[in-house]
């Protein structure tokens, strides 16, 4: 009777084991998000993190090849190619609205017209980088409760 007991408890101790690891999810299984599609926000440009603003910067990739954003006042787009880990970013345009901080967009397109030629995403970070710098850092920003908040109404 006893044997029963310790035997009966063992395999009720193995399958909670079993069970709790199966159920933990790690956090290195988090995939990275896509270049195409994912709405990235400006953190930090050649390293150096940007200031939380009311209107952010953002750059978004699509399927054809173009790309837009904003630098949080003006809007700016072109075109771009990219393999797995490599890419090219031709700038073709921008609207010129004059802003209060015209010091921030100056930096912004004068590195986005510097020699990219690859990038790395990891999770939600995309990397912008030259040959040996990191010239942009972007977070995945959530898009999707404000999708479905603009459907709603």
């Known amino acids: 009777m006893k044997y029963n007991i ?3 408890f063992s395999i009720l101790i193995l399958l909670l084991v079993i069970v709790g690891c199966k159920t933990m999810v790690s956090r290195d299984s988090v995939e990275n998000k896509p270049l195409i599609g994912t709405n990235w926000v400006l953190n930090a440009i050649e390293g150096k993190q940007i200031p939380e603003a009311e209107e952010k910067a953002t750059i978004l990739f699509n399927d054809v090849g173009q790309f837009n954003g904003s630098t949080g006042c ?3 787009f072109g075109n771009f190619t990219f393999s ?7 700038p073709t345009g921008a ?12 930096i912004f397109f004068q590195t986005l017209n510097k020699d990219i030629n690859r990038y790395v995403i990891n999770k939600d970070t995309l990397l912008i980088l030259s040959r040996k710098n990191e010239l942009f850092r972007f977070i995945a920003e959530d898009i999707v409760e404000e999708e479905f908040i603009e459907e709603v109404e």
Do not use: A, Q
């Open 84 to 90: 797995k880990k490599s890419i090219k970013i031709d």
């Open 74 to 76: 003006n809007r700016f």
């Open 95 to 106: 609207t010129k609205k004059m802003c209060s901080n015209m010091d921030f967009e100056k």
């Open 6 to 8: 310790k035997i009966t």
